[in-house]
């Protein structure tokens, strides 16, 4: 197990593709081909269900395959936020329906392009009242909701017959620019970090452990999801063949949260709950030992692919890998060198075993081999307070009992 170099020129550039493939939930396909052709170039084979999640199968290399040896996942997202066309007001103007979870107001000013069965339109996004010359300081005293703005296509539209005549539907899918910027300090400030430079981190690390030679000892399947964004992502895609989840997504950097826009973010919990004790910690291990830095965190407004494994049901341990971002669902910045580190632990972790030995094995029958967390010394009492026999405080039915036959037998406690 070692620390391999990451192409960083290649997860540059496979960003700004990223970010150039409009990719809103529930408008995936162009960005799973472009992901499938990626892989093919790693050299990674994989598989694809109905939908088009991505199920990458990159085999262990060590020689003899152990009976019940498990398998990992590694688990980002493809899908982004977006909106959908929710109704055609009179004048022509759309109402819109965001899709996932993000506020209104960053979307109010966006650019965007509008996809309908047959073609494609531009437009912005603005609020009802869009003029200061016409409605001067009522602009400011909007509310923030997605019912206070509609979308202006950008063609000679009067009303909602021009907005028919040009195909424009309800249920049409708006995409929202990304207007990526690369700065020469290494800044990336862009929408749709979340999830695509988790994506780019990803398929460098895998770029790099394929062009090392490094061994696998278990098999890792990298999964590219495609509906996290609106809750469901992971969740019918772990096979049973896996014992531990790693999710790939963005960290939110705010006052009062650990992540940062450097090194690597390892959330212990997030709204789904802990993540695994002993695999996170592994994770904080192998930052220490590989000269990775690493920030700890708890998330209490997070769903990640990791969370959707779990409350599908699957056996799994999870842990949460994360890029440290500012302004996440919003105008999002990281630092390309916080990509680095992500990818060099994600390429670390690739090279490693189950991170339980016992979990070789499905089911046990005994505790025996089963792990601690805690040790002898973490569970001693603390301090020297001991608790009375509660005999000797209440007056027990069962210790009247003996007191009337003194000459019964004790009974085994």
């Known amino acids: ?8 020129g290649y997860l540059r550039s496979t960003l700004l593709e990223l970010l150039a493939i409009p990719s809103p939930a529930g408008l995936t396909d162009e960005i799973v081909h472009y992901t499938g052709g990626q892989l093919d170039s790693i050299g ?12 990458g199968i990159l085999k262990r290399t060590l020689p003899e395959r152990r009976r019940g040896s498990p398998a990992c996942a ?12 929710r109704a055609v007001k009179p004048t022509g103007r759309l109402a819109l329906m965001p899709i996932g979870t993000w506020s209104s107001r960053w979307a109010e000013g966006g650019r965007v392009t509008l996809f309908t ?3 494609r339109y531009r437009g912005s996004v603005l609020p009802l009242k869009a003029s200061g010359h016409v409605y001067n300081e009522e602009i400011d005293s909007q509310p923030v909701n997605w019912a206070q703005l509609e979308l202006r296509i950008d063609q000679p539209i009067d009303s909602a017959g021009d907005v028919a005549a040009l195909g424009i539907q309800v249920g049409d899918f708006v995409a929202f620019d990304a207007n990526p910027e690369v700065l020469d300090n290494g800044y990336i400030v862009s929408r749709y970090l979340d999830n695509k430079a988790g994506v780019a981190a990803l398929l460098a690390a895998l770029k790099a452990v394929v062009d090392s030679g490094a061994e696998v000892p278990m098999d890792c399947h990298p999964v590219f999801t495609l509906s996290e964004e609106v809750g469901s992502g992971a969740r019918a895609v772990i096979e049973e063949d896996v014992s531990e989840v790693i999710g790939v997504d963005i960290g939110p950097v705010a006052a009062g949260q650990g992540a940062r826009e450097y090194g690597v973010t390892i959330p212990l919990m997030d709204s789904a709950g802990p993540h695994d004790y002993h695999l996170t910690r592994k994770l904080l291990r192998m930052c220490a030992e590989h000269g990775i830095p690493s920030h700890r965190d708890v998330f209490p407004f997070y769903h990640s692919d990791a969370g959707s494994a779990v409350s599908a049901g699957a056996d799994v341990r999870t842990a949460l890998l994360c890029f440290g971002t500012d302004a996440t669902h919003g105008y999002e910045r990281t630092h390309v060198e916080t990509l680095k580190h992500l990818a060099e632990l994600l390429a670390i972790y690739i090279q490693c075993g189950p991170t339980v030995p016992g979990d070789r094995e499905r089911r ?7 792990s601690h967390q805690l040790d002898a010394q973490q569970l001693a009492p603390v301090g020297g307070t001991s608790l009375p026999e509660v005999g000797e405080l209440i007056d027990l039915p069962e210790a009247r009992s003996r007191e009337e036959a003194p000459d019964a037998s004790p009974q085994e406690p």
């Open 1 to 8: 197990m070692r620390k391999l170099e990451i192409d960083v």
């Open 74 to 85: 590694i688990v980002a997202h493809l899908d982004t936020l977006g909106a959908m066309v």
């Open 44 to 55: 990674v084979p994989y598989e694809l269900t109905r939908r088009g999640t991505i199920r």
């Open 117 to 119: 069965d047959q073609g």
């Open 364 to 370: 046990r029958d005994s505790v025996e081999s089963f």
